[in-house]
């Protein structure tokens, strides 16, 4: 499916060019920076035996404290004679400089300096901790582009800072205002046995059965979060919020850093992008408020896909149908916010990636089961097409064949040069050698080339 998404003027465009792009471009180019000798007809014995940077793997280098270049030189040095290949450069809690700042850009551009003299590898990291998307708190300043989402309950938000519709919290944005979100619209429904029975969207003061209730929806933005710097996480389903995520983070880097693109620099790292968690009513009879990726365009794109208005079948997302229906309704809404998280997030960084020579990789939240990366990004392999380097998060020392399955197809799909595997993280003080030998084994079996070392060894 390829949609089109007609924006305002705070906007990026982005249409199904997008994705017929992605079949269109040619093999070879930034595919091949990481593993050059790909195409020589044998390797060398000498080779495997003492293998250059990129087979080697590079860990997560937190950057979590006060910086001195004199300390950060000699853990260069000290990870090459550790027999590491290279870094990725990790902000982290506790960094006392300001993230993106002229300061932190001089660092990275040393170390950069630092590992080529090395002979080794400066991976980037595109964000001030994870998930990735909020640039460290400057993208989600502007409450445009803020992670949002369907409340849908049987409460009635008067006095809370909504505005009565998005026209309306428009305005009161514009004028600099602040709103919580705004009321979408309302429904009568009846449920019977456990299932929708009769329901219909309001278009107004109308009566309604005696049998039946009020539900409402209302779009509310996310709060304020200390994790996000005091902001909130981005609105991964708007382009326009993803636009400006790259002007900020991966312009930033490319201006400083644009020869070594493609050289010293193979790649960026994005970490855990994803969409506001679905909820679930947990018993038929619950009346408590629900939450549903959403966004303020949604029910237009999704018209502009099906045809029809997903607010008028908005019931069927929450309770069953009667006599074991199957909702399409249901089924086109998580298939279109599947591409429209997809389309609006990786694909646009992917093909930024693509134009400027350096690889894209990383891997999206909760990977391992449909489940799973249905509340979260859909579905994770449609997410994977726009990396150059998909990747995966293995923590824990858990057996997740199918999560490295899925990022190995995804490369082999796209002649994309394998999978990198963010591995050995939360595995304790008493993991073993003999645990690390295996986690590695299984995975490079299953297509992973590049291990981000990730040496968080605390338990959850």
């Avoid at 017929?20 to 930034?30: C, F, I, M, Q, Y």
């Avoid at 708007?238 to 493609?262: C, M, Q, V, W």
């Avoid at 990396?387 to 064949?401: A, T």
Wanted: glycine fraction near 8%; charged fraction near 25%.
């Amino acid at each position: 499916m390829k949609i089109q998404m007609v924006l305002d003027d705070h906007s990026a465009h982005v249409s199904k060019e997008t994705l017929a792009h992605l079949e269109t471009v040619p093999k070879g180019g930034v595919r091949q920076v990481l593993y050059p000798r790909k195409s020589e007809a044998t390797l060398s014995s000498g080779l495997f035996m003492n293998p250059t940077s990129e087979y080697r793997g590079a860990p997560f280098w937190a950057w979590n404290c006060k910086l001195d270049i004199h300390a950060l030189f000699k853990q260069i040095d000290v990870l090459k004679d550790m027999g590491f290949g290279g870094f990725h450069i990790h902000s982290r809690t506790g960094m006392a400089i300001p993230y993106l700042s002229d300061e932190f850009m001089e660092y990275v551009r040393m170390c950069n300096e630092k590992a080529k003299t090395n002979q080794m590898l400066c991976w980037l990291y595109d964000e001030d901790r994870w998930g990735s998307g909020f640039a460290g708190g400057y993208v989600t300043q502007d409450i445009r582009n803020r992670a949002r989402y369907i409340v849908f309950t049987s409460e009635v938000f008067d006095n809370t800072g909504m505005a009565s519709s998005r026209e309306e919290f428009n305005r009161v944005v514009e004028n600099n205002g602040n709103p919580k979100g705004y009321f979408i619209a309302s429904y009568e429904i009846a449920l019977k046995d456990g299932r929708l029975h009769t329901y219909r969207r309001l278009m107004g003061d109308e009566d309604v059965g005696t049998n039946s209730v009020i539900w409402r929806a209302y779009l509310e933005i996310e709060k304020d979060d200390p994790w996000f710097n005091n902001q909130t996480y981005v609105n991964t389903l708007d382009p326009a919020a993803t636009k400006k995520f790259i002007e900020i983070t991966h312009e930033r880097y490319y201006s400083k850093l644009a020869n070594d693109f493609g050289g010293s620099i193979p790649a960026i790292f994005t970490d855990e992008p994803h969409f506001t968690r679905k909820e679930d009513l947990r018993n038929v009879g619950e009346v408590r408020g629900v939450v549903m990726p959403f966004t303020d365009d949604f029910n237009d794109t999704y018209k502009q896909a099906y045809g029809d208005e997903l607010l008028d079948f908005l019931p069927e997302l929450f309770w069953e149908l009667p006599r074991g229906q199957v909702s399409v309704a249901r089924y086109r809404y998580y298939d279109h916010l599947s591409e429209r998280f997809s389309t609006a997030f990786s694909d646009m960084i992917g093909m930024w990636c693509e134009a400027h020579g350096i690889m894209l990789t990383g891997h999206v939240l909760e990977e391992p089961a449909l489940f799973s990366q249905t509340r979260v990004v859909g579905e994770a392999m449609r997410s994977y097409r726009s990396f150059q380097l998909p990747g995966i998060d293995m923590l824990c020392d858990n057996r997740e064949y199918s999560t490295a399955k899925q990022a190995q197809s995804v490369a082999r799909q796209y002649d994309r040069p394998g999978v990198l595997s963010e591995l050995y993280g939360v595995t304790n003080w008493d993991f073993r050698f003999t645990g690390y030998k295996l986690q590695g084994d299984w995975q490079a079996a299953l297509g992973v080339v590049a291990a981000c070392i990730v040496c968080r060894r605390f338990s959850h």
